[in-house]
Structure formats: C-alpha cells, structure tokens
C-alpha cells in the first residue's frame, strides 16, 4: 500500500493504495466518483478518459501514485459549480447520449480538444477523438456537439497551464509502504 | 404474424421459461389482439379490469390507475413535499411539479424519455414541469417491466395515454369544482384547466390536492387527443437523464455504491461448460486487498450459475489483479468443444443440397429453376458469431442478508437488465426466496442490445455475497464479457433464384444452415415461411439444417432479421445485375401492388409501405445519378419488427480495397414519432452499429473456447469511418411501434450491393475484413 496525496478537480484528496492501482479505480472505488467508466482496461476505448494536467489520458491503466500532485480533472470538476461546461451544455441540446456510458470520456477528449483548438474541423475532432469508441454509434451528435460548444466558447473554460508529466514524476509525494 | 417458422417449444433446454421466447411471443401476441384496425383506438375496458390491474396477457395495452391506499406513508409519495398521486406513473406537487414514472428499462433506446412524452402529451402537461424517475420493480403496481424486440412503444403507447388522459380528466373534474364550471367548457394545456369562455384557469399545482379526490374515471369515457393537436409528441426532446450523464453522476448498474459493500469478480472456464476441480485459492487469499475467495459449483445452467472461482476483495483492481493470478484446474470433460472452421467446412460440405427439414414450399422451384428459358444462379452466404459489446461491462450488485431471530432471509439488487422480473424466478429456483424477500432496483443499462435479457450475472453476484454475508459489486471484466456472452449467431444460407424472360425474378430458394444449443433452439437462427421474398413469388421453398453447439448464443439486435437481410437483399441484387435490370426497378416489382401478406396485421408486410420507404430512400439518395469510377450506390430494403426500412449507401472503394462509407440514406416507416431526436438517433446508431460490425466484427470459437478477448481483436468502428446518416421518416397513421432494431438490417446488403456497383466484386461474407477490405 501506499500514501500519497491526489489532486482531484481542485481538491487535495489522501489516498492509501496499491501503488499500482490504476486512477480509474482510486477514484471510482476509493474516493467515489463514478462518473468515469471503466470500458476495456487497456486504454482502447476511452471511456475513462480524465485530464492529467490539462491532457486526456486514459486513466485505467495509468498508476495513480504516479500522478501525485499533479491536477486531475474529472467528469465531476467539468462544470464550474452549477454552470455546465459548454460541452456538456451542447451535449444536452444536441441529445448526443443514447446509453450513455461512453460520453463521460468522449467530453473529456473533447475538453482538451476544444482546449488546445478553440475553432476545430471535422478532421481534427476525428483526430482528437479517435480514440473514443462510442457502441451505440452517436458520432455524428459528438461532431455536431463539438462544433456547437466551439462556437458558444471563445476562452478556455479552465486554465489547464499547469506543468507537465516529466515534471511530475520527479514531484511524486506517494510513498512506497 | 403467422409466423409458423421456429416450431420449436417456449420451454428452452433448460427446462424454464425462455425470456427471448416470450419477448418474441409478446411480440406475436401484439400482432394477433382482435383490435387490428391501423388507425390508432382506444382500449375498451371495464371498470374492474382498470382499477385491479389488467392483465399483461394478450400483449395488453392497460395498466390500473392504483390510488395511493390508506396505508400509504410519506415515503410513498417520494420528496415532494405536499405532491399527491393521481396514479401509479403520476404525481403532481402543489408546486406545479409532475413526476412520471419510467417502468421499462432503459439502455439507450430512449424509452424513458418517450413514454412519459405520451403520458405528458395526453395529460395536458407542459413537458418543462416534467421531471422523469425510473420507477422501482413492482408488477403489481406498473405491469410488466422489460424491454426488447422493439415492442415497447408498441405495447405500451395506449396503456401511457390511458394514464396521462385519466389524470388529466380529474384535474378537469377538480377545476369544475373549484370554479363552478361545467366540465365540458374546461381543457387542459400547459399544466394548466382553463376555460373556453373566458381567462379563468387553475394551475395543474394549485388543483393537485383537489385532483386527487376525484374519481378514477371510467377509461370507457376518455378521449385520446387528436394528432393535429400534440405539442409533446413529435417533437425532440433531450433525453431525461442527460444531465446527469453529462456531469458524471452515478447512474448506471456499474456505478452503485452501498456501504459496506466489497467487489467481486468471477472466473469461468473459458471452454463453456468446464467446472472447476482446484484452485490455487489459498495464494490468492493472500493477496493484497483480497477478503476472501471460494468455488462455486454451478448448476450447469449457462443462464443461470456456471461452475467457477469468486474472488472478493477491498477494490475492483485488487479482484482484478487476483483473478489474473489464479490458477485453475478444469475438467473439460463435458464443456464446448465447438469450432468455427469445422462449422464453415460442414456448411459448405451440405450447402448445395437441401437442408434435412422443409420450411415452406409454394409452386414448383426445381422446374422453375431447370425452365430453359429461364436464367438460375446460386450463392453461398456466411455470417460469423459476434459479441454484443455492450460498453459497460457485465455487472449487478446484491445483498444478501440472512435473516436472524427466524425472521426470514431477505435480498437486494441493483440490476441493469432487460428483464428485471426474470430475477424473481431464478431466485426463487436457486436461492429459494419468496418475491417479497426479493427488493430490486432497476438501474440504467450502459447499452445492451439483446445481452441483458439473461440474469447470470446476477446469479453469480447474488451467490457470492449469500457466501460472504456483505452487499457485493460484481463487475466483469472485458475479457469476461467478450468470452462469455451470449453471442448472435453465426450461420450460412445458400440461395438460388431464377429470372424469366423478362428478367422478373420468379423463382427462390433458401437452404438456411443454422444452429440449436443443445438441442435447444437458439433466437435468431431461424427461417421465417413468410420471410420476404417468399410470400411475393409463385415459386418458393426454404428447409433448414441445424448444427448443435454448445456456445451460449441469445438475441442480438434485429436477431435473425440482422443476417437475413443480408444474404436476402444481396441476393435479390444479384438477380437483378443477372436479369440486366436495375435493383429499384426490380425490388419494387417484386413487392408488387399494396396489400398486408397478413391481412389487418399491421406488424406484418405492407407491400404498400414498403414500396413508400424503398422509393422516398432511392428519391432523396438521388438513385439512379451518374458515379465517379470507384463509387457506387448500393439499396436495400428490410420489414423486421413491424417496421418498413429502406436503405441507400454510397461508398467508394480505391485499388486496396479501401471502403469509405460517404453516406446512407435511411427511410423509415413506424407509424408516428415519438420523440424526433430518439428516433432519428435510434436509426444514427443502427446505421453505425451495422457497418461497424460488418466491417470486422468476429468471434471465433476453437476447441470450445472464444479466441478473442478485448477491443484489441474486436473493433468497434472509431469516429473518423463515420458516414453522414440522412434520416426520412413517413409517419403513417398506423399504431407507433419500436426503432432500436429494425433500422440495422438493410445497412449490409446496402454496404455490399454499393460494393458491387462500385468494383463489381460481389460480398458474401461477413465481415468484409475477412475478404480484404479495410475502411
């Protein structure tokens, strides 16, 4: 087990877990937030994909005690406080969700798309979210979605200047018990 | 529908029940209610029936309107303070607030949306006040929850009018009270009674209290609107529940936290069948985060609890991670020794002869077939097993609480099923507690598509913490659900047709190779004696010859319909280029003038609407228009599930054999729309749903066992091979019925008849990764 501390949607949260066990479940099963989903557990779906310093990773096969200290962001911490992120706002007036499942991380690709390319086209929304398999076949609504939300924001909803991964690792708190 | 196919029992292998059976046979029933007129109707019923319940025989339409009893408790009435209960799906707060309730589960085919949509409209409502909840598990009180073979809105479009329409007649006698107005001078629209003669209103809020006292009227009075007068149905309406998935907030199966409660995961031999001998159980034991970890020994029901191995712990990783290192002696003695390749290399060993048994037979085929005159060609079909991928895992969650002092034991359950009421026998059978034991809750389904209808999961979950004594969260993982599905099908057809002089297509037959599960009969993999073409041609004949397998296979989307298109409407193509004619020409020849095959019936074929879809497809896909080299446009049409679905694909194809979907053209007629953006986003999905799984979708079984086991060997298509989807729908006056299906068979003979019309190569395989396309 290890002690470490996580930085979760602008909140220090201490954990006590296997070193190895990926974010996906420190936040699903230790802390309780549920709002990202576990898909495949080898990074090929995209369903539980969270921001590690303003960058979409795919948090279940990604270690936990490597990302201490660094801001996590998840489906919970999108909206600032009861305004909703103007991709969740789109999603809801494009009705993007069919079962739903997999939109949690298909916004979250899409929040750092949409952080990186406030003006994206159809071919880097496919780029960007490539990664997100969406079952239920509503890609069309997430592009349509997408290009709504880019024209309803003209800044960035958050500030994601925050440092990168190398940095990081050398700055880990966890302990290894 | 005389549908005088499967001839097989409703009893499956097991000896109980077939939940698939009687999805199908609900939907037969529906076709077979005396009320056949197409125009909508009211239900007549009597009073009696109303107030007790009516039955779920007969593919009924009514529901009781059950008033809240003496004892009732404040926790009856939710949180809405001051709210009453007008019935068992409607509560209004003196706030102006509705509740409805949602009984069917929802998995994305939008049903918790456009049932209270009809509720809304019939009462009057205005759909802002509307705030929708997914109702518990009780029959008695909302008759039969479930969900599949697109009948939802089929059978339960009367049974929600009925309920919106006898609310709205007591706020109605409510207001004449408060007013002193006759009723009749009284309507109701946007949550509010007012008066034709003047501007004096009450609120639905400010009658609540008064409503609740009135009479349950007698629904032989209620009056349903008239079409031209909606303003809820046949709009679009955002999904009920998209806030909440777009914040991320706990709402599926999956996501269920209970105090106390441990994690569990399960592991089942990958041969089916196998049991577990030994397990290297105490080393697991001592692994971090592990609580405790134990062999099940099954009761050889692969829809109920296979023998394996539990493992329950602190976290899904720490299970997980302990199910990795188990090590597990099976005997296999008695498990699936099925294999893909024998199974093709039989099927085309049998192909060309007939199969062992007759279907149906009319005219003469065989002389037909032999008339000189005549033009015959034959083709060999193949379709593989593949998974449902449903992207939130296998999952339920339970506790089990063994009673003390002799009070009995009791059970709790989070399902995401198809079939929440299915648990109740099964529990009864294996666990031997009483439905009054039993609490269910009925949680949101991340996708389904056919996959939830079967309660293992929940067997094996509510196993596990009877052993332990603690609520438990069972989650699979992909592997286990790749390798441990109920898959669809794979099968073969082998087709022979004949055009005559003219080039009119006047002979068919089918020889449809497909499979039982120990001996027992499988959903999808059947022939229909009335499926399209045979009803429209003199000559006709199809027998079947079926292979016994032991790999769990179920309903998948469109079950049966999903392959047969395939082979049917490529095949008729095929006719077509043979007779030098063009396919829309041909098609709607075939289809001939308008009649019902069935006549009344109107979930049978209407030659009629399908003649409107296949031309309103062709006429916006522009057909017929000149195409660049290397393009081509390719049609189909397919009746499944009571709806008429017509399809044009345009695809280009480079020298690598590199598809590119550019578009399909989809037109579509299931009667009125509910909800505009549910229905379109239903026909989106299955567009998406079908290419992605024709593309390259497949399982494959050796020696019993599936060789694939995640995203990595089994795709899903990504965003960028997302074509545009152009959606028309005629909304004929007939009775609504269910769009998660029917939209997903034509799309691969629509695929593979634009494949031909592009290169000329001719596909009769799924997936077309196996005849060396990419996309």
Not at chain 1, 110 to 133: C, F, H, K, R, W
Not at chain 2, 248 to 261: H, K, Q
Not at chain 2, 549 to 559: S, V, Y
Not at chain 2, 646 to 673: C, F, M, R, W
């Given at each position: ?8 949607n602008?909140?220090?949260i ?15 099963d230790?802390?309780g937030l549920v709002g990202?989903?576990f898909?495949c ?5 995209g369903a539980?994909t969270?921001?590690?310093s ?6 279940c096969?990604t ?10 962001r998840t489906?919970?911490?999108?909206a600032n406080?009861t305004?909703l992120h ?5 999603w809801?007036?494009?009705d ?11 916004i ?6 949409l952080e990186?390319?406030p003006?994206p ?10 990664g997100?398999?969406?079952?239920c ?11 709504l939300a880019?024209?309803n924001t003209t800044?960035p909803f958050y ?5 990168n ?9 966890g302990?290894?018990? | ?6 001839d ?11 939940v ?32 007790k ?16 009893g ?19 799906f409607?509560k ?9 309730y ?5 998995m ?6 456009a ?7 019939e ?6 006040d509307?705030e ?5 598990v009780?029959e008695?009180?909302y008759?039969?929850h479930g969900?599949g ?10 049974q ?7 609310a709205?007649?007591?706020f109605?006698g409510?207001?004449?009270l ?12 946007d949550s509010?009674?007012?008066h ?5 209103s009450?609120s ?7 409503a609740?006292?009135q009479?349950?009227?007698?629904p ?10 909606y303003t809820?149905i046949?709009?679009?309406v955002t ?10 907030l706990?709402?599926f199966?999956i996501?269920v936290?209970v105090?106390?409660?441990?994690y569990a ?6 041969a089916?069948?196998?049991k ?11 692994l971090?985060?592990?609580t ?5 020994d ?7 609890l296979?023998?394996?191995v539990a493992l329950?712990?602190t976290?899904t ?15 296999e003695?008695?498990?699936s020794?099925?294999?893909w390749t024998?199974?093709v ?8 002869q ?5 279907i ?12 000189p ?5 034959e083709?060999f079909?193949e379709y ?12 339920c ?7 003390s002092?002799?009070e ?12 929440p ?6 529990v ?11 609490k269910?809750?009925q949680?949101?389904?991340g996708g ?13 979950v ?33 087709v022979?047709g004949?055009?005559d002089r003219?080039g009119k297509?006047v002979?068919?037959?089918?020889h449809?190779m ?7 009969r499988?959903?999808?993999s059947?022939?229909?004696a009335?499926e399209?073409p045979?009803?429209?041609?003199k000559?006709?004949r199809?027998s079947?010859t ?8 179920g ?5 049966g319909?999903?392959t047969t298109a395939f ?7 095929e006719l077509?280029?043979?007779?030098g004619?063009?396919?829309l ?5 075939l289809?001939?003038?308008?009649q ?16 409107d879809?296949?031309k ?7 057909w017929g228009r000149?195409?660049?080299k ?5 049609l189909?049409f ?16 480079d020298?690598n ?7 399909v ?11 505009m953006?549910?229905a ?8 998406i ?6 593309m390259?979708?497949k399982?494959?079984?050796?020696n019993?066992?599936?060789e ?9 298509l990504?965003?960028?091979n997302?074509?545009a989807?152009?959606?028309h729908?005629i ?5 609504p ?5 029917p ?11 634009a ?6 190569e001719?596909?009769r395989k799924?997936p077309?990764?196996d005849?060396?396309?990419t996309?």
């Amino acid at each position: 087990m290890a002690k470490y501390q996580l930085n979760i949607n602008g909140e220090d949260i201490d954990v006590d877990v296997d070193p190895q066990m990926p974010l996906l479940w420190v936040l699903r099963d230790e802390i309780g937030l549920v709002g990202t989903k576990f898909g495949c557990g080898i990074a090929q779906c995209g369903a539980c994909t969270v921001h590690v310093s303003g960058q979409p990773i795919r948090s279940c096969i990604t270690p936990a005690s490597m990302l201490a200290g660094q801001p996590i962001r998840t489906i919970e911490g999108l909206a600032n406080g009861t305004e909703l992120h103007p991709l969740q706002q789109a999603w809801i007036d494009v009705d993007v969700p069919q079962c739903g499942y997999c939109q949690a991380g298909q916004i979250m690709s899409a929040a750092a798309l949409l952080e990186q390319n406030p003006s994206p086209t159809n071919d880097d929304i496919d780029a960007a979210m490539v990664g997100n398999y969406c079952r239920c076949g509503a890609y069309n609504r997430i592009r349509k979605a997408i290009h709504l939300a880019s024209e309803n924001t003209t800044t960035p909803f958050y500030d994601a200047s925050t440092p990168n991964i190398e940095q990081i690792d050398g700055d880990m708190k966890g302990e290894q018990a | 529908m005389n549908d005088n196919n499967n001839d097989d029992a409703m009893m499956d292998d097991e000896g109980s029940i077939d939940v698939v059976r009687a999805v199908e046979l609900e939907i037969n029933a529906l076709a077979n209610t005396p009320n056949r007129q197409p125009a909508l109707s009211i239900k007549k019923l009597d009073r009696r029936s109303f107030l007790k319940l009516s039955g779920i025989a007969s593919g009924s339409l009514v529901l009781a309107a059950i008033m809240p009893g003496p004892g009732a408790t404040a926790e009856d009435f939710g949180n809405l303070v001051g709210s009453v209960e007008l019935n068992a799906f409607i509560k209004v707060s003196s706030e102006g607030k509705i509740v409805i309730y949602s009984s069917n589960p929802e998995m994305g085919q939008g049903i918790k949306t456009a049932l209270p949509m009809i509720i809304a409209e019939e009462m009057g409502a205005r759909w802002a006040d509307v705030e929708v909840l997914q109702s518990d598990v009780d029959e008695s009180r909302y008759g039969r929850h479930g969900a599949g073979g697109s009948t939802t809105i089929a059978r339960t479009f009367d049974q929600m009018r009925t309920m919106g329409a006898s609310a709205r007649e007591m706020f109605i006698g409510a207001a004449s009270l408060a007013m002193e107005l006759p009723r009749e001078e009284l309507y109701a629209q946007d949550s509010t009674i007012s008066h034709v003669f003047s501007n004096k209103s009450l609120s639905f809020g400010e009658l609540a209290a008064l409503a609740v006292k009135q009479s349950l009227p007698d629904p032989k009075t209620l009056i349903f609107k008239d079409k031209a007068d909606y303003t809820i149905i046949g709009t679009s309406v955002t999904g009920v529940d998209n806030l909440e998935i777009v914040s991320g907030l706990a709402l599926f199966g999956i996501d269920v936290r209970v105090p106390e409660m441990q994690y569990a995961a399960y592991q089942k031999c990958p041969a089916f069948g196998g049991k577990v001998v030994s397990a290297n159980l105490e080393a697991i034991k001592k692994l971090p985060g592990i609580t405790a970890a134990f062999i099940l020994d099954g009761n050889e029901n692969v829809r109920e609890l296979s023998s394996g191995v539990a493992l329950v712990g602190t976290s899904t990783w720490a299970v997980f991670n302990a199910k990795k290192k188990l090590d597990i002696q099976w005997d296999e003695s008695t498990a699936s020794k099925d294999s893909w390749t024998q199974m093709v290399s039989r099927a085309k060993q049998i192909h060309a002869q007939p199969g062992t048994e007759l279907i149906t037979e009319s005219g003469d085929v065989n002389a037909s077939f032999s008339n000189p005159a005549h033009q015959t060609i034959e083709a060999f079909y193949e379709y593989p097993f593949v998974a449902h991928l449903c992207m939130e895992p296998m999952n339920c969650s339970a506790h089990y609480k063994a009673g003390s002092n002799g009070e009995k034991d009791t059970l709790e359950l989070w399902i995401p099923t198809q079939a929440p009421t299915r648990a109740y026998p099964v529990v009864k059978s294996m666990f031997d507690l009483d439905k009054e034991q039993v609490k269910i809750h009925q949680m949101r389904l991340g996708g389904s598509f056919g996959r939830r209808v079967y309660a293992e999961y929940i067997c094996e979950v509510i196993a596990i913490s009877k052993q332990v004594g603690v609520p438990v969260k069972l989650t699979w993982s992909r592997e286990d659900d790749i390798q441990h599905d109920f898959y669809r099908v794979g099968g073969f057809q082998s087709v022979k047709g004949s055009v005559d002089r003219n080039g009119k297509i006047v002979a068919f037959e089918d020889h449809f190779m497909g499979m039982t599960y120990k001996g027992g009969r499988i959903s999808g993999s059947g022939f229909r004696a009335t499926e399209f073409p045979i009803l429209n041609l003199k000559n006709a004949r199809a027998s079947k010859t079926m292979f016994d397998i032991q790999t769990p296979c179920g309903p998948w989307r469109a079950p049966g319909a999903n392959t047969t298109a395939f082979v049917i409407q490529s095949f008729i193509h095929e006719l077509a280029v043979k007779a030098g004619r063009d396919h829309l020409e041909v098609l709607l020849e075939l289809m001939g003038k308008p009649q019902w095959f069935d006549q009344g019936n109107i979930r049978s074929l209407n030659t009629g609407r399908a003649t409107d879809v296949i031309k309103l497809a062709a006429h916006k896909a522009n057909w017929g228009r000149p195409m660049p080299k290397g393009h081509g446009l390719g049609l189909a049409f397919h009746f499944s599930h009571a709806a008429h679905v017509a399809e044009v694909v345009e695809v280009s194809v480079d020298a690598n054999k590199k598809l590119k979907v550019h578009n399909v053209t989809v037109a579509v007629d299931v009667g009125p729309i509910i909800n505009m953006s549910g229905a379109t986003a239903q026909v989106e999905g299955a567009v998406i749903d079908g290419l992605s799984t024709m593309m390259g979708q497949k399982i494959t079984m050796e020696n019993g066992r599936v060789e694939q086991s995640n995203f990595h060997d089994y795709q899903v298509l990504r965003i960028p091979n997302a074509p545009a989807v152009d959606i028309h729908f005629i909304q004929s006056d007939y009775s609504p019925t269910g769009l998660g299906e029917p939209a997903l068979p034509p799309l691969a003979p629509a695929v593979g008849n634009a494949i031909f019309a592009a290169i000329g190569e001719r596909v009769r395989k799924m997936p077309l990764t196996d005849e060396g396309f990419t996309i």
